[in-house]
């Protein structure tokens, strides 16, 4: 067998045909728990949890196997038609090359293999590019294009729900991404959507479950789970890519389920925006394996998320504080606002203070001046500081951070004008006030990512800027308005997502409100990765009906900050305006800064029930080691003053429980068979964080 060993960076072209003698595999020492081995017949990829293996088909791959990594579990598929439909047209193909790369880890990314297959023949020459990280079950795959296919434009969408819908058969398929010829079976189904323009929705995520039919079935959504019930466990595919309509080109649904046919169709690509001298990117479709059950789901599909940015406490933890929450906009804006910020900041504990819109020279449409009209194009000059407002530039503010072990974050809209062609002097402002003031998180507000353009060269500044501050560079993905990536964007490896603006003002702001939409978030989304807002607890008391039983002030102060531990703590607030007995909440912040960057770097999945305002619920974070963690537990509006959750812990375990914030004591307890742990919380509004630990 001939060994390809690709040196980093470097890349292996095999032509074909002629077909070589032998086998070739990519291997590197570093990398020994993942392989690529093609035959001249077959290609595999695989690792020590997943293997899918590929018929050659001349280039036009089509899957024949789907397993576990003993590649003797799973799903044999008849690859009785190519894995892809590129815009609906035929994978056609006269001729092949394989190109092998070992790639090496970066300040985002951990070390992978690489394949990728192009094809040329037909109207669209198309490139698919598979990723293979050791230990991980699940197998990324993006498809680009490049020439003039025969199709006018994107098909309309589908309907759903009607048995004579040819447009959905299987020889008739669409856009298709991907296809799993799955065997027949007693194959469940469970389809996520999700809701971004946060401003404008407040149930972030919907499920849809079945089984799969002999007819087929259009279903939109970005995470679909089918578990075969008798058989060897569970498949999951996940389209990486906005939320339904903001997608490009969507057709209209994401999925296509049928008795031995599932697809993954709309590539987020418009054919009219296509030409043969240059490739673009489809959204990428990642398919994986899980034991039965839904902690080994869950946990399988986070193996495969926790690679697309890999988390570092240093960089990526933070306690940011974003005065904009208080709805003053920047009526206040100045440098001696700035520093009052900072030492109240630091008082209650927190690591980061963010100047918003109207650090700036150039005034937005948002500011409270009434001078302020920029939104989609910006000067360079725009982007110094305001010249009454900081005086003395960003440099005093940015000496008091650091002196008291704080940093500063600056709000940044890129201009928007042809699709952000001016993405490189984007860059360049950022590079300069990073070199400059050792800035590195920046909130990006007011995108829009009409077509795969604008979404390019987006990426393209992200990268540059990340390139140059040496992967130190962060990015708050503000997700609440416009048609933005959203949570499984590719774009979002860059920084983490800023979810929501919700303010008392309004009194649209409730802490369970949050805690619901990150613990339904969690199950798809690291929580790592989420900034989720507390609020001034005090602040508007008025503007919430009487009584009201889930208001701000009723939940706390204490509970508001507790139910975002597991994200990233946004503080909407100014700390200025918090009254005397809001710094009381210093001690608890502290802990969790102690324990922060151990629970982070777990894996954060929701337990017990779906918040509502009046259940018990709450988060496990898994550690490395699997036999110890955190598990955070919250009692809303609930009468019971105990409760059993259902947790990710091994059934019939014994399980040592050290309190490390909240209410209640050490303890150990017995899992039971279901994985429930009782829970005691004298009080509503309550919570408990845990330190735990497998004694047996």
Known sequence: MRRWLASTGALAALALPPQPAGAQEAQNAALDDARIVFDGRQLVLANSRIERRFDWNDGALATTWLGFGDGTTGWRMAADAPDLAPLGEPHAATGARLYLQEVAATPITPAHLQVAVETTGGPLDVRRTCRVFPQVPAIPCTVAYRGKPRTAGPAGPAMRDVIENAALTADRSGDALERLALPAGHWRFTVASFRAATDYHDWLVDEDEGELYR????????????????????????????????????????????????????????????????????????????????????????????????YDHRRDGMILMNTWGDRNRDAAMSEEFALAQLDAAHRLGLTHLQLDDGWQAGLSKNSAAAEGALWEDWSTEAWQPHPRRFPRGLRPVVARARELGMEIGLWFNPTRTRDYALWQRDADILIGLYRQHGIRIFKIDGIEVPNRAAGENLERMFAAVIAATGGQAVFNLDVTAGRRPGYLDPINRFGNLFVENRYTDWGNYYPYRTLRNLWMLSAHVPPQFLQMEFLNTWRNAGRYPPGDPLAPQEAGFDYAFAVTMMAQPLAWFEATGLPPEAFASAPLIRTYREHASAMHAGQILPIG????????????????????????????????????????????????????????????????????????????????????????
Not at 265 to 279: N, Q, R
Not at 626 to 651: I, Q, W
């Open 609 to 696: 029930e779906r918040p509502d305002g009046t259940g018990w619920t709450g988060f496990q974070s898994i550690g490395p080691d699997d036999r110890s963690g955190y598990l955070l537990v919250l009692r809303e509006r609930d009468a019971r003053a105990s409760a059993e959750l259902t947790t990710h812990l091994p059934p019939g375990r014994r399980v040592h429980l050290e309190l490390l914030a909240g209410e209640g004591l050490d303890r150990a307890a017995r899992v039971n068979a279901e994985s429930g742990v009782i829970f005691c919380l004298p009080r509503t509004h309550g919570f408990a964080l845990y330190r735990y630990r497998l004694t047996d």
């Open 215 to 310: 007819q087929p079935l259009a279903l939109p959504g970005n995470v679909l789970s089918l578990d075969d019930r008798f058989g060897a466990g569970q498949v999951f595919l996940i389209k990486e890519a906005p939320a339904k309509a903001d997608q490009i080109a969507w057709p209209g649904h994401d999925f296509v389920t049928q008795q031995g046919n599932v697809r993954v169709e709309g590539s987020g690509i418009d054919p009219a925006t296509l030409a043969p001298e240059a490739w673009r990117e489809a959204y990428t479709v990642t398919t994986g394996v899980a034991a039965p059950g839904e902690t080994a789901l869950l946990r399988a599909r986070r193996a495969y998320m926790d690679t697309r940015r890999s």
